[in-house]
Antibody, heavy 122, light 105 residues
């Protein structure tokens, strides 16, 4: 059974880099599926951040492209996200998810982790 | 960029009611639309994909429809477990709608 578990620092200072990991169990992160990050500020809606696949393409939300880097670590079966130069507006619950992937195309988000809250504050 | 306009933002209803949530895409997205349900403190849960196909295990009282760039999620005979926030998402560029909170009247 696929399980996704996010982990992160909890608290990040403004202007620093936020680093998150998503531990994948029950599936191989290099099996051809796309994996993504989504965030949700407190009390607000969902925002897709980025998606990637091992040996596949990488896609970013244009509003975050200059600050976000998504990657996979096949040795650890993990998905990662780095977000640079954070501000208070980056405070959110960050979810990782696996896309339904057909013919190497990333479709909807079928499986989600439980999310991890990251607060940006000095 | 594709914009997804979801309405209403809040919907008050009673157990047993039927409710409909609408999502309009700013341009054609074919049927590449999904609906998710989210409860407080939980991750979103996939309900419907390809505009009208129910994910496995989702009750049949949920249904999705498509008419051009307008998509609807209907919940027939609302159950207590259905009070939650619902989001549409187009998956050409993975843009979400703003969400609709279905609350108890």
């Amino acid at each position: 059974q696929l399980q996704l578990q996010e982990s992160g620092p909890g608290l990040v200072k403004p202007s620093e880099t936020l680093s998150l990991t998503c531990n994948v169990s029950g599936d191989s992160i290099s099996n051809g599926h796309y994996w993504g990050w989504i965030r949700q500020p407190p009390g607000k809606g969902l925002e897709w951040i980025a998606s990637t696949a091992y040996s596949g393409s990488t896609y970013y939300n244009e509003s975050l492209r200059s600050r976000a880097t998504i990657s996979v670590d096949t040795s650890k079966n993990q998905l990662s996200l780095k977000l640079t130069s954070v501000t208070a507006s980056d405070t959110a619950v960050y979810f990782c998810a696996r896309h339904m992937t057909s013919l190497y195309v990333a479709e909807y988000l079928q499986y989600w982790g439980q999310g991890t809250l990251v607060t940006v504050s000095s | 960029d594709i914009q997804m306009t979801q309405s209403p933002s809040t919907l008050s209803a009673s157990v047993g009611d039927s409710v409909t949530i609408t999502c309009r895409a700013s341009q054609g997205i074919s049927d590449w639309l999904a609906w998710y349900q989210q409860k407080p403190g939980k991750a979103p849960k996939l309900l419907i994909y390809r505009a009208s196909i129910l994910e496995g295990g989702v009750p049949s009282r949920f249904s999705g429809n498509e008419s051009g760039t307008e998509f609807t999620l209907t919940i027939n005979s609302l159950q207590p477990d259905d009070f939650a926030t619902y989001y549409c998402q187009e998956y050409n560029h993975w843009t979400f709608g703003q969400g609709t909170k279905v609350e108890i009247k």
